[in-house]
């Protein structure tokens, strides 16, 4: 129980374009979605946290009008990377809350070319 | 022996032998911790759960321990398998499911057959 399902699970995009992400909870609902970026070798740092029907909450350094995040539902939330630059390119993932703890996509790797 | 590379830190172990994975954690009033395995291009893999009104839990070959007067977290992989063999994150939080979890720097596990 408790999965998220994310996709794609890949992406090359040309600088300059935006690409969505998608982030579906399957049996349950998620009113909380944490998203979190990755780089090679580092440890997943938060981003944001998105509420179900409310404004996401970013971190500090994170562009809120370049990540755009929306949870229009209880079992979907988006994350668009606009404009996206080479220096974009990164492990995207998302990770809901839940009764006992967390639970996270499988990732989004994204290369912006 | 254990090496510290650009960014993570990297364990070597021969197989069958016991593991010990350290982290230091950075908030005294984190009360919930995860330790979790990440392979390459995949998302994090829960592996045990530990609570600060707790000193140590064990699982199926792992064991977490929780040394709360120093911020310090360690996980034991029994008899290692090449299957180990991956990026482990401790991540800590305050509450559960509805706080982001904040992931230490990760250590890389190299089982040697």
């Known amino acids: 129980g408790a999965v998220v399902s994310q996709h794609p699970s890949w992406v090359i995009c040309k600088s300059g374009t935006s690409v969505k992400i998608e982030c579906r909870s399957l049996d349950f609902q998620a009113t909380t979605m944490f998203w979190y970026r990755q780089f090679p070798k580092q440890s997943l740092m938060l981003m944001a946290t998105s509420n179900e029907g409310s404004k996401a909450t970013y971190e500090q350094g994170v562009e809120k009008d370049k990540f755009l995040i929306n949870h229009a539902s209880l079992t979907l939330s988006t994350l668009t990377v606009t404009s996206a630059h080479p220096e974009d390119s990164s492990f995207y993932i998302c990770?809901?809350?839940?009764?006992?703890?967390?639970?996270f996509g499988s990732g989004t790797r994204l290369t912006v070319v | 022996g254990e090496s510290v590379g650009l960014h993570l830190p990297t364990l070597s172990v021969q197989e069958g032998d016991n593991s010990i994975i350290n982290c230091a954690y950075s908030?005294?009033?984190?009360?919930?911790f995860i330790w979790y395995k990440q392979e390459s291009g995949k998302g994090p893999q829960f592996i045990i759960d530990i609570r600060s009104n707790m000193d140590k839990r064990q699982g199926q070959r792992v064991t977490v321990l929780l040394n709360k007067t120093v911020k310090h977290l360690s996980l034991q992989i029994a008899a290692t398998q090449p299957g180990d063999s991956a990026v482990y994150f401790c991540?800590?939080?305050?509450?559960?499911?509805?706080?982001?979890?904040?992931f230490g720097k990760g250590t890389r596990l190299s089982v040697i057959a």
């Open positions: 990770s809901a809350g839940i009764l006992r703890g967390y639970t």
């Open positions: 908030n005294s009033a984190s009360d919930y």
């Open positions: 991540a800590e939080n305050i509450g559960r499911g509805n706080t982001p979890l904040v």
